[in-house]
């Protein structure tokens, strides 16, 4: 069976920790530890987030003045390259020696025309109180409420093509575990200037939802199963209030009338959805720590077609 | 033919410049429009330097306080991210759209009782006056002459073992170009703790040399040649004196007698030798822009053995 796992920035650091690299790392260990038995049983694909990393980079970069700090996409490439390495190195450690894993760098091609650029959503960084969020909007940022506090957004395009897949698939054929489109993938588009490979590929300021670039990723890779790992044991319906439950089984057309929250779970139903839709497929939403019994429909939400879910 | 190329920090950055995401674009945009035809002739793999930018990340990270500042591995993986991702943009658009990329995050052992963790020569980041130097001492940092400044050391112990030769050989099969061991690689090493691995891979705090990790690479890939591309047009004896003189060809052992300088020429000058010596093949120093050139020994300097360079 190939697999493709995202795990979500909350599964690599528990919500209010400090982002310390200790801290990811302590809970990067666990998820790894969840993972290992997959990756011994399955062709698997780990992706991750990178929301609270790249706004601390991007807070690291506004506070050093002396070099003009990187845009979005360079910043994002950073993380997958700190996360992946993170990943990389806990995964091989709860694996036999033999066992090869690898993590690529994957650009993702959005729309120039994406609404998301007038509209930015995608919250990144730290909790802001209302007196620092006003203080940071010096910056350029734009800044959204959030649980208590408020949070920076910045636009999150829909991803529309991963690249680097037929490498992956290569990897994937030998056995190898792949770490790949970290932080949804690194955005670029096209603009128009003739370079020998057609047109010239630039980077975007934007942070593409790893959800939605995961399941893109699971549709291309024909992967027979996709699971998104976060902090919370299952999708709710009604959650926040007194009728709270979880949802354990649906069909994603009984998904649809529900409103689930931008920019968290929202996009996480979004993309089960769609992977549910394009292939037939099931998906999964709940805690790493359950991660085989997600796969098995044993834990957390399973989003499949209704002629699935009746076999 | 199999290459290794290895880009100097500066064949992306010229001396002096600002450290801006544009400039190293620019200059990664030459240095990839030079390695083009590589590409299409040879299989390529293409590694990179990292201290001008491993320092700036440092630098960012102390610039803020709200979080510790990570460590060396981890800034040193950031690194792989970002220029990484930077170089397989820049030479996809150099290339046929059909021709195959890929960057690899790449580990590299190193050994805990390398001396170099007493003595720091590997520099980072940018120049200092004597009194930024003086004042950045407070934050644990080592700094060292370097021309007309001073410049922050790092210990930069002796690449051991590349990890992830198998996957690289694969993408290398299959004809795609790859990006690794930037920045030296991420340095790890084993510590004595059970892990189903065997040991655990934990990560240092250091910067290997990334021509000695280049040159390791291409002794493991039995490449069958290592160019090493930097801002300076060959390996010159007696530089900086009115003597001063281009290498055009020698033997390692021609070279042994002569001192280059730590962090800069000498570990270039000692890597190409340890390729000749260890595979019998030619290994070039030189500019970037003159990289055929250099690859046909028509241009910079070639060390090769004694027997080779007869032929």
Redesign the interface.
């Known amino acids: 069976m190939r697999v493709v796992v995202a795990l979500g920035g909350n599964a690599l650091l528990q919500r209010g920790q400090?982002?310390?690299?200790e801290n990811q790392r302590i809970n990067a260990r666990t998820a790894c530890r969840a993972l290992?038995p997959l990756a011994l049983e399955h062709e698997l694909v780990v992706s991750h987030g990178n929301g609270p990393q790249v706004g601390?980079?991007a807070?690291?970069?506004?506070?050093?003045?002396?070099?003009?700090p990187?845009?979005l996409?360079?910043l994002g490439?950073?993380?997958?390259?700190?996360i992946?390495?993170?990943l990389?190195?806990e995964l091989?450690?709860?694996?036999?020696?033999d066992k090869?894993?690898?993590?690529?760098?994957t650009?993702v091609e959005v729309d120039a025309d994406d609404p998301a650029f007038e509209n930015p959503t995608k919250p990144v960084g730290?909790m802001y109180t209302r007196d620092d969020a006003d203080a940071a909007t010096g910056k350029g940022w734009t800044f959204k409420p959030d649980g208590d506090g408020y949070r920076r957004v910045v636009p999150s395009p829909v991803p529309q093509r991963i690249f680097?897949l037929?490498?992956l698939e290569?990897?994937l054929d030998?056995g190898?575990v792949v770490v790949c489109a970290g932080g949804g993938g690194?955005p670029?588009m096209y603009v128009d200037e003739a370079?020998?490979?057609?047109r010239?590929?630039?980077?975007v300021e934007a942070v593409i939802d790893k959800d939605l670039a995961s399941a893109l990723l699971a549709i291309d890779l024909h992967a027979d199963a996709l699971v998104i790992a976060t902090d919370v044991d299952a999708v709710y319906a009604d959650w926040g209030t007194p009728e709270q439950r979880a949802i354990r089984r649906a069909a994603p057309a009984e998904l649809e009338a529900t409103a689930f929250a931008e920019g968290s779970m929202g996009p996480k139903v979004c993309a089960a959805c769609m992977f549910a839709e394009r292939t037939g497929g099931a998906a999964a939403i709940g805690s790493i720590t359950e991660i085989e019994a997600l796969l098995r429909g044993e834990a957390g939400t399973t989003i499949a077609l209704a002629e699935v879910q009746a076999t």
Chains 1, 2 share one sequence.
């Open positions: 400090p982002l310390t690299a290992a601390l980079l807070l690291e970069a506004a506070a050093y003045t002396e070099v003009e990187y845009p996409d360079v490439a950073q993380t997958e390259g700190m992946g390495y993170i990389q190195q091989g450690n709860e694996l036999p020696f090869r894993l690898a993590s690529l760098l650009l730290p680097g037929e490498p290569w990897l030998r190898c690194i670029v370079v020998p490979a057609g010239r590929l630039v980077g």
